[in-house]
């Protein structure tokens, strides 16, 4: 299985902050990365795909970079909405895994 | 829109079988590419896959789990059931079915969620 590792595992941030997570996995996956975005008691919400396009309709403040095994995901201009858990997910092959998450939270 | 439901259960005596229902509207799980993922999360924790069916009826499974396990779709009703058999207290969980196209794709689509809670 290919397991996918984040960091930080919780961090705090200011409105209007810059902010980056960083996912790596433990063998090559191209780019076959996802970021998704989980507020408390919401469904998953996919904001980027293949490593760097974003999902239609997400704010152009997150963006995504990497390939390979090394990946993150930048939020630019940190708003309200976007204090949540951020999970990468690797879709390179069965079993599909998780990273345990990035909690970002109000500083 | 592509929308997903799960449906089952809400309290599942330990050692008994869950069985999740996923209804699917707006594509054919008979479509090309067209894939079902099951998904779950206990209370307060993190995401964990479970299984999946292509169009194909191609299957895949956590193997951690494979063993109680057993994923299917009724084309005709569009449905795709997930099995889980001999269920403790770690299967508690919120159950996630998920849309997906094409192998190496995105979960682009989810259900809005089942929480099972298997205890006594």
């Known amino acids: 299985d290919i397991k996918m590792t984040q960091s930080p595992s919780a961090l705090s941030a200011s409105i209007g902050d810059s902010v980056i997570l960083t996912c790596r996995a433990s063998?090559?996956?191209?780019?076959?990365l996802n970021w998704y975005q989980q507020k408390p008691g919401k469904v998953p919400k996919v904001l980027i795909y293949?490593?760097?396009s974003l999902q239609t309709g997400v704010p152009s403040r997150f963006s995504g970079r990497g390939s390979g095994t090394s990946f993150t995901l930048t939020i630019s201009n940190l708003q309200p909405e976007d204090f949540a858990t951020y999970y990468c997910?690797?879709?390179?092959?069965?079993?599909?895994?998780f990273g345990p998450g990035t909690k970002v939270d109000l500083k | 829109q592509i929308t997903l439901k799960e449906s089952g259960p809400t309290l599942v005596r330990p050692t008994q079988t869950l069985t999740l229902t996923c209804t699917v509207s707006?594509?054919?799980?008979?479509?090309?590419?067209?894939?079902i993922n099951w998904i779950r999360q206990p209370p307060g924790k993190g995401l964990e896959w479970v299984a999946l069916?292509?169009?194909?009826?191609?299957?895949r499974y956590n193997p951690s789990l494979k063993s109680r396990l057993t994923i299917t779709k009724d084309t005709s009703k569009n449905q795709v059931v997930l099995t889980v058999t001999n269920v403790g207290p770690v299967d508690t969980a919120t159950y996630f079915c998920?849309?997906?196209?094409?192998?190496?794709?995105?979960?682009?689509?989810w259900g809005q969620g089942a929480l099972v809670t298997v205890s006594s």
């Open positions: 998920a849309y997906q196209y094409y192998t190496g794709s995105e979960f682009d689509t």
């Open positions: 707006e594509v054919s799980l008979s479509t090309s590419g067209v894939g």
């Open positions: 069916v292509y169009w194909n009826d191609d299957k």
């Open positions: 063998q090559p996956i191209s780019n076959y």
């Open positions: 293949g490593a760097t």
């Open positions: 997910q690797q879709s390179d092959a069965t079993p599909f895994t």
